[in-house]
């Protein structure tokens, strides 16, 4: 009868040193101060993640020995931020990448240095302008006519 206080003392403190999160909240915004939407905010060396709202706010429940919080987004330099009082303000900075030219082919894509053959362009006007035989076939427009 003695045992059992012991034995419930024992899992009631097993229990409480295990489970053991912190919340942390916070922002994150780009180089304007506008919120970045959708950007992924992950507990760094864990797989706890979340992304961030239409506003750039997100919660996240992590392990006590979270130290550091790694934040990403497209288009953007990832930061690596450390936990601190459970209150985040991060500024993401534009990455500066440009985007090579690319060729379509028949079964893919290419970079147009990588290409040996001739390579020809088509503009949407000549597009536009090719008799189709089927109605279905035609070009759709999209934007307001042509005068």
Known sequence: MRKFPLLFAFVCFASASFGQTKE???RVTNNDNFPLANATVKAKGFKTSTITDADGNFRISVNDKVTTLEISSIG???SEVPVGNGKISVNL??????????????YGTKVKKDIT???SSVSAKEIG???ATIVLKAPCRVGPPEF
């Open 24 to 26: 942390i909240t916070g």
């Open 76 to 78: 953007y330099t990832s």
């Open 93 to 106: 900075q534009q990455a500066d990448q440009s985007l090579t030219e690319v060729v379509v082919v028949g």
């Open 117 to 119: 053959g001739s390579v």
């Open 129 to 131: 302008n090719t008799p």
